[in-house]
């Protein structure tokens, strides 16, 4: 198989291998790793049907991590997707009320991000090992709320590797907080800072691409690499449960091989539903993939109109982690619909800079088919949540809940009759207080932790093992810092 090249979105001139890709997490010019071009997954789609999630993963991945072995990719994939996923199926699609639902809520810190950051420390210890690396990596990483527990959980105690994570002091849920703030290892740091994802973001990709940074650490015998979807290892991992969801609707009857499916996907930094996008071009027959956005509908305005401006009041939402001004990965769907040109993203990308808002040609637009935008208000999103549970008996966690909302309205609208996978991104158990009230508002009064009990017997469900005593657990880390101020933090902790 011919080794498949990756080059930022800014430059053609900054091209690697996959593994290089892998441990640089970000290009030196601050653009994001992108393939040359998307390989196509020409097996039936009836013979992929036989395939379990992790003989599925080594096959996607395959296609992409093309300088990795077959031997490697499988021992990577069996290290991720173990025991700590409470079903030996991994992201099972269940049916609730005759709509579906890809549950990726099953890994240890019950969110979607779960699925790609078991993965992640495994690649990158082999990318470590085939490129030479003889430094120590330090994961810098800014979450919205899942993220961060989810790096934090698959990194900790990996030799060789240090993790750093901001998260916006005031803008996760509780129990987000507490499972970052009280993550054991010697190797992690958690650092809330005073300001939004955006903040901690955009303070984040400037430390990566910093000169005097970089050389001071390279001194010292360290190297930056990220966690978030701006690292190509994590967005390629998350391909996979796209055609997974696919063949398991296809062999329940749901649809004949090669009809579409829709997918309605929870989205903030773009990575998710960028993801799916990413299966569709390699053969998947998706249909429409709708961009579900909560009250911070930056990206259903983007594809209403072609128009991207991040200059706009910033809301706190009961889906935090989609409470984004900035989406990062949407560079990398411009590069695919501008024709591949790094020199015109680097463009829009300087004006999102320096005049907060881009505004992308008719032609453009005209790439943007596989997509339509929408978003739910709080109201709309707790309405959702109580409808569900009402008519189904099953209860959504607010992020899904806005996908579903969304959709349904799509549905409305447009009178669709494609089969719909609604992608379920969190458990109802990291957002009980907004659940529970959003169900009965006798519950709005209680918090989040004295309410697992109210939430396991009115699902049936279990208080999963992820956050199970977590009120309990003592915080570890206590440290907050604004914005401005991150640098000096991260100084602080690698001794430089």
Known sequence: MAQLIYHSTRSINQAVTAAEAILSGIAADGGLYVPEKIPVLTTPLRELA??????????????FLTDFTE?????????????????????????????????????????FKDLALALLPYLMKMAARKTGLDK???????????????????????????????????GVSPVQKQQMVTQAGNNTSVIGIEGNFDDAQSGVKQLLTDKKLI????????MFSSANSINIGRLIAQVVYYWYAYLRVMKDGGVQAGEPL???????????????????????????????????????????????????????????????LISSNLERLLWEICGKSSEHVAGLMQQLTSLGRYQIS???????????????????????????????????????????????????????????VVVSTASPYKFTKDVMQAVDPKYALGEDFALFAEMEKMTGVPVPVGVRGLASQPVLHKRVCKKAEMQLVVENILGL
């Not at 993963?57 to 296609?63: E, G, K, S």
């Not at 899942?146 to 990996?158: C, I, M, N, Q, W």
């Not at 637009?365 to 109201?379: S, V």
């Open 262 to 324: 829709d997918f309605a996907v929870p989205t903030g930094n773009f990575g998710n539903i960028l993801a799916g996008y990413y299966a569709k071009k390699m053969g998947l027959p998706v249909g429409t993939l709708i961009c579900a956005s909560n009250k911070n509908k930056v990206l259903s305005d983007f594809f209403a109109f072609g128009v991207y401006d991040k200059k706009r009041e910033f809301y706190l939402t009961s889906s935090p982690s989609m409470d984004i």
């Open 136 to 170: 120590e990596v330090v994961i810098l990483t800014a979450t919205s709320g899942d993220t961060g527990k989810a790096a934090l959980e698959a990194f900790a105690g990996v030799e060789g590797i240090r993790i750093i994570v901001f998260f916006p002091e005031q």
């Open 71 to 111: 031997a490697e990719l499988r021992q990577a994939v069996a290290s991720a997707y173990n025991s700590r996923f409470d079903t030996a199926e991994i992201a099972p699609v269940a049916e609730h009320g005759g709509v579906r639902y890809l549950e990726l809520f099953h890994g240890p810190t019950l969110a």
């Open 50 to 63: 036989r395939l379990d999630y992790r003989e599925l993963a080594v096959t996607v991945l395959q296609l």
């Open 215 to 222: 050389d001071a650490m390279e001194r010292k015998g360290l």
């Open 362 to 420: 008719e032609a453009m637009k005209k790439n943007l088919l596989d997509f339509l935008g929408g978003h739910a208000t709080e109201e709309e999103t707790f309405q959702a949540i109580r409808r569900v549970q009402e008519t189904a008996g099953y209860l959504l966690d607010p992020h899904t809940a806005v996908a579903y909302s969304v959709w349904e309205k799509y549905r409305q609208r447009t009178g669709s009759k494609i089969p719909v």
